[in-house]
């Protein structure tokens, strides 16, 4: 489970806090939405809880250690162990096919061979069985945002982030990213935790945050 | 990360073979010009080092003035009207029997000789050649100098120690028009002439030597000099050659003698290698470094070509290590590629060159090929020029891709 605790961040340079005070646990098996305004300081949030930026006022455990205290080795570890990331931009590696794609985390902890089937298994379940060597740029933006989930999802981590991951699809689509992310949050007990500015989208989460000018408005 | 190093490398195809091409001419140019260059000094050096004495103690010329006479007892009441002049006819070493001595109880000392040096002039029916006629005992002058296997004719040693006989160099044998066995006469200006008979011809491929030297036994060049038991040079070789030059100077503190180390008497010869080498050495830095800049740059675009992926990477797990390692393998791979291939294409260069005909006896060898010289030492430094300026080259910007903050590429949407 993830703890956060007084978190305050400040840009450098800038009088105000983008965030100002937030609290939040996220317990294991937690699905999760987080809405607001644009600007209210979602990216901030979910950044500063999924260990990418570790440079803010309060804490933030994961099983009660802070990630402000582990070192490069450690964070990495839990990063490469633990998370799993969706962004708004499907970050494929262009020189790499869907599934080497897929495969890029098991092959930083040694993994490879122990996860190629399970790697069709996702490529399965996101329905792409049949492109699994296309290079990124033979996939539509929705089929790249599958594959993308799926390397999110390869090392079975027990958090997914994801930063607006339909922002850039159509709802069709939108709807099947979805329909994976509450399939996985079933099947494999992933705590989800996502942005979206959907507000059909944010409704199929158990749980709806929405935050307000850097400050958490309300937990429904 | 080998992996996506490889990907990276062989997506970019054109670029990853134009820099391979680079470091490949540079090393295989290193190669080659080496190769030649070396064989070439290699050979010359050798005749230097060993065609004469690595040390040579000759007898100092010395002009005479009017103090040389005051060893006679009469001296202080000549009166010179004219003083004397020129060159003190015999030069001669002054206390022969003082320096086989101390050379014979020096370690680094494996041999010497005693010779008589003196200019002559050859004469055949009507030709006549001036030139220089060196004397020495046959044993003794074989364990100096490297003669015999020079000789195309005849044997060094069938010079003996008496009785007239002389080898001559093959150049200056046909400018006599003369043949094996048949008889010159020599003088050395002021005595008579005297009769010499040809037992031997060398060909030491030096200019030099062959076109106007001959060998005779130290008794006979005495009498032709009308000194008998005077000698004017002893040839020395040493243990280190290269320390012949030290050698000399230590000497030449102690003596009164001209001693002249192989490195002094090749002084402008070796000064036209250390050209040669300035020129070799400075001609691969500069394609080196054309390919070393190819690799800095192709890598700096690469990295911010690449910041979406090396924050991806991170967010996924992938260490700053890692990324260094990314971008770090790829000019490692071109490195060592560009450098094997090119050690590979520089020896077949090599291979090619040295089957070329030139005139034998010049730079060549006694085949008439050029001699190319295969020396580990320029492989060796072939490949580790070629790693060095493609590592170094690549550090930079692997470095500056290790240390991006993820953070800020995502923030600011994979810029
Ligand atoms: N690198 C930065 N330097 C300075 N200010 C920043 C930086 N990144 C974000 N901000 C500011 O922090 C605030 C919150 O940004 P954040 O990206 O968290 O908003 P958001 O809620 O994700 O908005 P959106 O819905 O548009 O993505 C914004 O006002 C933004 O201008
Ligand atoms: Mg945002």
Not at chain 1, 126 to 140: E, F, I, N, T, Y
């Amino acid at each position: 489970m993830i703890r956060a605790q007084g978190l305050i961040k400040t840009f450098e340079g800038q009088q105000e806090a983008v965030l100002k005070g937030v609290d939040l646990s996220l317990n294991d098996g937690d699905f999760i939405s987080l809405m607001g305004r644009s600007g209210s300081g979602k990216s901030t949030l979910l950044y500063l809880l999924s260990t990418l930026d570790r440079n803010f006022e309060g804490s933030v455990l994961y099983d009660g250690v802070s990630i402000k205290e582990m070192g490069v080795q450690e964070i990495h570890r839990l990063r490469n162990e633990q998370i799993g990331f969706v962004f708004q931009f499907h970050y494929l590696l262009s020189e790499l096919s869907a599934i080497e794609n897929i495969l890029l985390p098991a092959r930083k902890a040694n993994l490879l061979d122990k996860k190629l089937s399970f790697a069709r298994d996702l490529l399965e379940q996101v329905g792409l069985s049949d492109k699994a060597d296309r290079l990124p740029h033979h996939l539509s933006g929705g089929e790249q945002q599958r594959i993308a989930i799926a390397r999110a999802l390869i090392m079975q981590p027990k958090y997914l982030f994801a930063d607006e991951p339909t922002g850039n699809l159509d709802s069709k689509n939108g709807e099947i990213i979805f329909d994976l992310f509450s399939q996985f949050n079933k099947e494999y007990k992933t705590t989800i935790i996502y942005v979206t500015h959907d507000q059909q989208f944010g409704m199929k989460a158990h749980r709806r945050i929405l935050i307000n000018d850097g400050i958490i408005d309300k937990i429904s | 990360m080998m992996f996506l190093s490889l990907k990276h490398l062989l997506t970019r195809k054109k670029q990853s073979v134009l820099i391979l091409l680079g470091i490949i001419i540079g090393t295989s140019a290193y190669v080659a010009i080496s190769g030649m260059m070396l064989g070439f000094q290699t050979k010359l050096m050798d005749q230097l080092v060993n065609n004469d004495a690595h040390i040579r103690i000759s007898a100092r010329e010395e002009l005479l003035t009017s103090e040389s006479l005051d060893s006679f007892p009469e001296a202080e009441h000549v009166f010179w009207s004219l003083p004397p002049s020129g060159r003190k006819d015999s030069a001669k070493i002054q206390y022969p029997l003082g320096w086989f001595e101390k050379l014979n109880k020096d370690h680094d000392v494996i041999a010497f000789v005693p010779q008589v040096n003196i200019n002559v002039i050859f004469n055949r029916a009507s030709v006549t050649v001036a030139g220089r006629m060196i004397g020495a005992d046959p044993l003794k002058q074989e364990r100096v100098s490297n003669i015999q296997q020079y000789m195309i004719s005849g044997a060094f040693k069938d010079i003996g120690t008496s009785g007239s006989r002389i080898i001559l160099g093959k150049a200056l044998m046909q400018s006599l028009g003369a043949r094996q066995s048949e008889t010159i006469l020599i003088t050395s200006g002021k005595g008579p002439s005297m009769p010499f008979k040809i037992v031997g011809v060398f060909d030491t491929g030096s200019k030099n030597i062959d076109e106007n030297t001959v060998f005779t036994s130290l008794g006979d060049a005495q009498k032709l000099r009308g000194s008998p038991s005077e000698i004017t040079d002893i040839a020395v070789k040493i243990e280190q050659p290269d320390l012949a030059e030290i050698k000399s100077a230590e000497w030449k503190t102690s003596s009164h003698e001209k001693i002249m180390s192989w490195q002094e008497s090749s002084a402008s010869i070796l000064s036209v290698f250390k050209t040669q080498d300035i020129v070799r050495n400075s001609m691969t830095i500069s394609i080196i470094i054309v390919a070393g800049f190819g690799i800095y740059n192709i890598l700096s675009i690469l990295v911010t070509q690449k910041k979406r992926d090396i924050a991806i990477l991170r967010s996924m797990g992938f260490t700053p290590n890692d990324i260094v390692s990314l971008f770090f393998n790829q000019g490692l791979i071109l490195g060592i590629l560009g450098g094997v291939i090119g050690l590979g294409l520089g020896f077949i260069i090599c291979f090619l060159m040295g089957q070329i005909e030139i005139v034998p006896g010049r730079m060549g060898s006694s085949t008439g090929r050029m001699i190319i010289s295969y020396d580990l030492i320029i492989y060796v430094k072939a490949i580790i020029i070629a790693l060095l300026s493609s590592l170094f080259s690549s550090i930079f910007p692997a470095r500056a891709a290790g240390s991006l903050d993820p953070m800020d590429i995502i923030r600011s949407g994979g810029q």
